[in-house]
């Protein structure tokens, strides 16, 4: 899911019936994605549904569907949806950028280092961010690959 085709944006994260199976959000600066919505039982006087949620960091979670909806409401969490829906976020509410990149080093102790990422925000662009990595130690004194980046909204 690249945010920076201008296929996706976020908006604001309002009420629990917002998660649905096959969603993505943003809590915590961290993505995840709901995989299942379980049936909804009667646990300790309450309805609760189980959610299978796995996390970008690659964790997985089984909890409840009210938990993830706290968390987004009280993280100022964000929905993931596509460009088009007329609640996404206008890029005039963008105060920076969170962005995931790769080293093309050509060091071999770098390239033997699986799943090596870097990930950072900019209240610029990230094209500005990385103009000079291959001179900068922040980025193993190497080229990038822009992996992926997300719009930060609000107040840094």
Do not use: W
């Not at 019936?17 to 709901?34: A, P």
């Not at 460009?83 to 790769?102: M, T």
């Not at 950072?120 to 094209?127: F, I, L, N, R, S």
């Not at 990595?133 to 992926?148: F, H, N, S």
């Amino acid at each position: 899911m690249v945010f920076s085709s201008g296929k996706y944006k976020l908006m604001k994260f309002i009420r629990q019936e917002e998660v649905v199976e096959g969603g993505y959000y943003i809590s915590g600066g961290q993505m995840c994605y709901v995989e299942s919505i379980g049936e909804e039982k009667l646990t300790f006087g309450r309805m609760k549904a189980r959610l299978r949620v796995i996390f970008e960091n690659g964790t997985e979670s089984n909890i409840y569907l009210r938990t993830l909806s706290s968390q987004l409401y009280n993280d100022d969490g964000y929905i993931v949806v596509n460009a088009s829906d007329e609640r996404a976020i206008d890029d005039k509410e963008i105060v920076g950028h969170i962005y995931v990149l790769k080293s093309k080093s050509e060091d071999m102790r770098i390239q033997e280092i699986a799943n090596l990422y870097k990930i950072g925000m900019t209240e610029d662009t990230v094209e500005n961010r990385i103009v000079n990595a291959k001179k900068d130690p922040t980025y193993l004194m190497a080229p990038v690959e822009i992996v992926d980046t997300y719009k930060v909204t609000g107040r840094l």
